[in-house]
């Protein structure tokens, strides 16, 4: 079992639908980044959470720490959030980034 | 604040051949990464700098891998010999604070 788990593995949505994307961990971490990434691209930080809610336009990140588990929201979702979005917690036994496996959105027009 | 800048952004090479990857962290940001990701897969810390010392090489295939990182800014990755295995995105990323990581475009390596 990874660490870090994302859900869904896949998503396709319509334009301008709300998505959610979930990631929940199991080791004890001190930050949560939200990553994109755009096929063969490199990877872009949105966020690094520690505690409560973040937004940047129509991103929308939270976390909560007891119950390990923290959210991505795209509102109003467009074909050009089509990408790889990654969540990475920080620390654990190495104080490393532990990254998920990643959810593929498809944002169809 | 101008973001971590890699180069070249992509570059195929025959296998046995040697490559380089270059990498310019977010200035003042005294720790950098490099990763390796394969398709389809999450990225592998391959070697984290503290300054210009070594802080985790444990992943680093040694025998084909080299890494520096002169004057503790710039650093470079260098692959010799070329597998086809090593075919994958090469990211480069740096950071102030334990666990703030930015991370630079990354180099896709295609080895034929």
């Known amino acids: 079992k990874n660490e870090v788990e994302q859900s869904p593995q896949n998503l396709t949505a319509q334009e301008g639908e709300f998505i959610t994307i979930n990631c929940s961990y199991s080791?004890?971490?001190?930050?949560l980044h939200w990553l994109q990434q755009h096929p063969g691209g490199g990877i872009v930080s949105l966020f690094m959470?520690?505690?409560g809610k973040k937004k940047h336009g129509r991103l929308i990140a939270t976390i909560n720490i007891q119950e390990k588990h923290s959210s991505l929201h795209i509102t109003a979702s467009h074909p050009r959030d089509s990408a790889v979005y990654i969540c990475?917690?920080?620390?654990?036994?190495?104080?490393?980034?532990?990254f998920g496996t990643g959810t593929l959105l498809a944002v169809q027009p | 604040e101008a973001g971590v800048a890699q180069s070249p952004r992509y570059k195929i090479i025959e296998k046995r051949q040697s490559v380089a990857f270059w990498c310019n962290p977010i200035?003042?940001?005294?720790?950098l990464y490099w990763y390796q990701q394969i398709l389809g897969q999450g990225p592998k810390l391959l070697i984290q700098?503290?300054?210009?010392?070594?802080?985790?090489d444990s992943q680093l295939p040694k025998d084909r891998f080299s890494a520096e990182r002169l004057k503790g800014v710039d650093s470079t990755l260098k692959i010799q010999p070329a597998k086809l295995e090593d075919s994958a995105v090469y990211l480069c990323?740096?950071?102030?604070?334990?666990?703030?990581?930015?991370f630079g475009p990354g180099t896709r390596l295609t080895v034929l």
């Open positions: 990323a740096s950071s102030l604070i334990p666990g703030g990581q930015f």
């Open positions: 080791v004890g971490i001190s930050a």
């Open positions: 959470l520690s505690s």
């Open positions: 990475a917690g920080y620390g654990g036994a190495t104080n490393k980034l532990i």
């Open positions: 200035s003042g940001h005294a720790t």
């Open positions: 700098f503290q300054n210009n010392g070594v802080v985790d």
